[in-house]
T-cell receptor
Framework: RKEVEQDPGPFNVPEGATVAFNCTYS??????FFWYRQDCRKEPKLLMS???SGNEDGRFTAQLNRASQYISLLIRDSKLSDSATYLC????????????FGQGTILTVHP | DTAVSQTPKYLVTQMGNDKSIKCEQN?????MYWYKQDSKKFLKIMFS???????INETVPNRFSPKSPDKAHLNLHINSLELGDSAVYFC?????????????FGSGTQLSVL
């Protein structure tokens, strides 16, 4: 089983839609979780950290469920500029000092 | 100013050749990394250096040899290139060892081995 698993999609949604991605992870010792965004042919960039208490940044909400070992990302009021690959990432535990990336979920927002 | 810069951006070469990718960061970070992104888009860590010292060597063939002349530079030399080495290679840095929540990535080097 991969350490971080995501549905690769693609998700095709119209502007203004709400879209949610889930990600599951193995190794419950993992301590920290993040969502990174990667535009086509570009480098990954940190989108937001994920906390058990939830984390909201504008239209983006991230949630961590340690009991079920999954992480979610909710995007409200999708914009064309949200089109990208969203990477679920874990760190810590036995992965101390490195990030372990999921395969990524492709999102395309269309007019 | 680019925070993490790597060169070249594109590298096309024949099997069996030796090539190098250079990386420099001007953020004053202690830790640098090399990640490989394959055709299926998985990003996997290859190496990590902290203050010029090798910390992580993630089961990478010994044809790959990183070198860190100082903490601002981490270069990657690849000997006897193989078709399977074709990928995008990303350099990254973080402020300190273990501060992995905020990795700054370079723009990537697309390596094509023919």
């Amino acid at each position: 089983r991969k350490e971080v698993e995501q549905d690769p999609g693609p998700f095709n949604v119209p502007e203004g839609a709400t879209v949610a991605f889930n990600c599951t992870y193995s190794n419950s010792a993992s301590q920290s979780f993040f969502w990174y965004r990667q535009d086509c042919r570009k480098e990954p960039k940190l989108l937001m950290s994920v906390y058990s208490s939830g984390n909201e940044d504008g239209r983006f909400t991230a949630q961590l469920n340690r009991a079920s070992q999954y992480i979610s990302l909710l995007i409200r009021d999708s914009k064309l500029s949200d089109s990208a690959t969203y990477l679920c990432v874990k760190a810590g535990g036995t992965s101390y000092g490195k990030l372990t990336f999921g395969q990524g979920t492709i999102l395309t927002v269309h007019p | 100013d680019t925070a993490v810069s790597q060169t070249p951006k594109y590298l096309v070469t024949q099997m069996g050749n030796d090539k190098s990718i250079k990386c420099e960061q001007n953020l004053g970070h202690d830790t640098m990394y090399w990640y490989k992104q394959d055709s299926k888009k998985f990003l996997k860590i290859m190496f990590s250096y902290n203050n010029k010292e090798l910390i992580i060597n993630e089961t990478v063939p010994n044809r790959f040899s990183p070198k860190s002349p100082d903490k601002a530079h981490l270069n990657l030399h690849i000997n006897s290139l193989e078709l399977g080495d074709s990928a995008v290679y990303f350099c990254a840095s973080s402020q300190t060892w273990g501060a992995t929540e905020k990795l700054f990535f370079g723009s990537g080097t697309q390596l094509s081995v023919l």
